[in-house]
């Protein structure tokens, strides 16, 4: 079986710096690089170097951008036919990162956001041959909604990475298997709640498992996961690493978590796998080069057992 990924292109224009200015500040930066990235074909691409068969769909510009993701993802084993093109820029993201690895994105959306409900619905062949359907909300809403009700239809395992954070309705969420926001996201979810502390967070998961959610895995940073479902609330631990860019680290967690959940992963073993996958992650720059092959995380685990 394989995943299909319904999301985004974006271009990623990396400064580094220091410290982050403040507003109003200029600061000087240390250094400026372009990778492309983007929500959707990081969690593509993090899929793929796992080891599973990816599909994506999504729109890229007219521009030698949208050539180099062609390229890219032609090198990377992900069929590109399903991805449009339009007279449109690809999508830009402006990423600002200090010396600690954190980091602050501005993203225009531009080719993005033409990919429309009946682009969707031109493949929607794809969710047949597919056991996992993920998506992000880099793209329109009604396109998100379509892709959920269309996962639905067909019977397949849905994820939904709520960012950038966007109002979700109730009747998206009902139709959500797993959603996956940070802590930042989960309180937009859940604004009566302080979502400051485990028990906090565990009754804002409990609020959206009420709307119908199946499951929340809530993704900590440096902490690791929390994950909420009916019969379990529990903290899943991640790794002590040297953080060098956080740019990635969620999409990484979803790819992992979309791979092990198309083959068939017990949800305990796939969430201490998207861990260690997330770890990796932040030890290198920018967003698709840092995403860890299978062989990586093979690696990575062998060490920790020894």
């Not at 079986?1 to 000087?28: A, Q, Y």
């Not at 959920?148 to 709520?162: G, R, S, V, W």
């Not at 499951?215 to 900590?220: E, P």
Request: glycine letters at 6%; hydrophobic letters at 40%.
């Amino acid at each position: 079986m394989s995943i299909l990924v319904v999301g985004s292109f974006i271009v990623d224009l990396v400064v580094k710096t220091d410290n982050l200015p403040k507003t109003g500040e200029t600061v000087f930066g240390n250094s400026f690089q372009v990778f492309l990235g983007g929500k959707g074909a990081n969690q593509a691409v993090a899929a793929r170097r796992l080891g599973s068969e990816v599909f994506m769909t999504g729109m890229v510009g007219s521009d030698s951008y949208g050539e180099k993701f062609e390229t890219l993802f032609t090198q990377e084993g992900i069929n590109f036919s399903y991805v449009y093109k339009c007279n449109s820029s690809t999508g830009i993201g402006s990423v600002q990162v200090d010396k600690t690895g954190q980091n602050r994105i501005v993203m225009v959306p531009s080719a993005n956001l033409r990919y429309k409900a009946e682009d969707l619905l031109k493949v929607e062949a794809l969710f047949e041959e597919v056991n996992v359907v993920m998506t992000q909300l880099e793209m329109n809403m009604d396109v998100i909604e379509l892709t959920a009700k269309l996962a639905k239809k067909h019977h397949k395992i849905f994820i939904l990475n709520p960012a950038p954070m966007q109002p979700l309705s109730d009747e998206l969420l009902s139709n959500v298997d797993y959603l996956t926001p940070n802590e930042t996201e989960l309180k937009s979810l859940s604004p009566n709640e302080k979502c400051d502390s485990l028990e906090s967070m565990i009754c804002a998961c409990n609020l959206l498992i009420k709307k119908g959610v199946k499951n929340v895995i809530v993704t900590l940073g440096d902490k690791g996961c929390l994950f909420v479902n009916h019969e379990i609330k529990k903290v899943f631990p991640t790794y002590k690493v040297n953080v060098v860019d956080t740019v990635a680290a969620g999409d990484s967690f979803n790819g992992a978590l979309a791979h092990c959940l198309n083959v068939s992963s017990p949800i305990e073993t796939a969430l201490l796998y998207a861990n260690v996958v997330g770890a990796l992650t932040v030890q290198k720059e920018g967003a698709i080069p840092s995403l860890p092959t299978k062989e990586e995380v093979i690696k990575f685990i062998d060490n920790l057992h020894n």
